[in-house]
């Protein structure tokens, strides 16, 4: 019977991990949530998670494919997503260089004027709800937003 209930989790664990145990959606709570403590909640799931770090085309259009089931729910304006540009230099949130984007409707280049106090220029990266396009926000911006979270270490 114990070697029963051992296969059985052992098939639950990897059907489990088969259909996107790497990746974890989280809608917006009650409050709005910024990308730093969307990316403190990632972390905080346990050793080797953070905010998703899409690296190709094939990974964009898998997460945009379970956002799509998210986005029927409406209920937020987007997805934040693991990527920061400070003074428009591009990387992921582990700092890593980020090599692939798919920025849509403004060039990832452009920068805002918006300002933090130490005068640096920053944007985050999202996904956004209504056409599951890359766009960024800045650190001004008020949007209700989720975020998609990764086990990196896969």
Not at 15 to 38: C, M, N, S
Not at 103 to 126: E, H, L, P
């Amino acid at each position: 019977m114990v070697t029963f209930r051992i296969a059985i989790l052992a098939l639950v664990f990897a059907v489990d991990h088969a259909l996107g145990a790497k990746y974890r959606i989280f809608a917006p709570r009650l409050f709005k949530v910024t990308w730093e403590q969307a990316r403190r909640n990632c972390q905080n799931i346990g050793i080797g998670w953070d905010l998703v770090k899409i690296q190709s085309r094939s990974e964009d259009l898998l997460v945009k494919d379970m956002l799509k089931c998210e986005r029927a729910l409406g209920n937020n304006q987007g997805w934040f997503i693991g990527g920061i540009s400070k003074n428009g230099k591009w990387t992921y949130a582990d700092g890593s260089r980020m090599t692939y984007t798919a920025f849509g409707r403004r060039d990832r280049q452009q920068s805002f004027v918006t300002k933090s106090r130490q005068g640096t220029v920053i944007n985050y990266a999202a996904i956004f709800h209504s056409d599951l396009a890359w766009d960024y926000l800045t650190t001004h911006d008020r949007n209700s937003m989720g975020y998609v979270c990764e086990a990196q270490y896969c």
